[in-house]
């Protein structure tokens, strides 16, 4: 059984802890690396940092869970760990809001049209108004897919 996301997710931002204070000691060497190869050689100071650390238990718990299992992390040590983090907050669910949240313009969605194979028929199509306009003028009629979504702009 996986420990819970917060003890996880805790365990990756102390690994990452320890990728960044590896960093900062091998500062000089990755300073005389040739300025091409200093993410390289940055990377590799992070993945040999990762390496000297038994993470079986940890990675089987991203794995029950459906995370990547820092198993392949060579190419980019930092990235996949915080992709690994990234999963396990998503797991969490929505950050718990501490106040009301203001009341925004609507989110509107412009839509392609597909086929059953899922080809593209026709593209989204955006009808754009200016919002200084007391009634704006209606979206035109297309013949195939869609119908445009009317977005209202401030005129510039």
Known sequence: MPESLDVLITRLDEIEADLQAAVLAHRAEIAAVSPEHRTGATNLVRYTTLRQQDLRDLQNDLLDLGATSLATAEANVLAKLQAARNVLAALRGPKVRTGPTSVGPAVGRARVSRDDTGRLI?????????????????????????PALTVSVDPA
């Open 122 to 146: 026709a593209s989204a199509k955006l009808w754009l108004v200016s919002s200084d306009r007391p009634t704006p003028p209606a979206a035109p009629v297309i013949p195939a897919g869609r």
